[in-house]
């Protein structure tokens, strides 16, 4: 009988110890990645050399920082091929990881977006 008295004595010790342990980590206390600040629509990131060294200025249109729009068109221009560049309809579609960047034929701007509607320019200079 003695044994059947302890066992709600027990239990509760084995209650009560689990409620001082540290909880397990939340997401919210996980650090992350540093967030991506997007450009404002419309904001100049500078310039990069094109196709023959040409200038072109680049224009990040929101939810995309300058880094990355600048870092597409140094890598669109690296990528296009002078085959591509003299297309009668213009030279693109191009790919640049999630970008895919072209332009019309004798177009100024480059344009270049994402599935996600981000977008950016180039405008020879």
Not at 13 to 40: H, K, R
Not at 86 to 104: L, R
Request: proline share 11%.
């Amino acid at each position: 009988m003695k044994s059947l008295a302890v066992l709600p004595a027990a239990l509760a010790v084995v209650l009560v110890s689990g409620c001082g342990a540290d909880p397990a980590p939340s997401a919210a206390q996980t650090p992350s990645s540093p967030a991506v600040t997007p450009a404002p629509a419309g904001t100049p990131c500078g310039e990069v050399a094109g196709l023959q060294g040409a200038k072109n200025k680049v224009v990040a249109h929101g939810k995309t920082d300058c880094a990355e729009a600048t870092q597409v068109f140094t890598d669109y221009f690296t990528k296009l091929t002078p085959a591509e560049a003299a297309s009668p309809q213009g030279p693109g579609p191009v790919v640049i990881g999630s970008w895919t960047c072209g332009s019309g034929p004798n177009d100024p701007v480059t344009s270049c977006s994402t599935e996600d509607e981000r977008q950016i320019e180039a405008t020879r200079l």
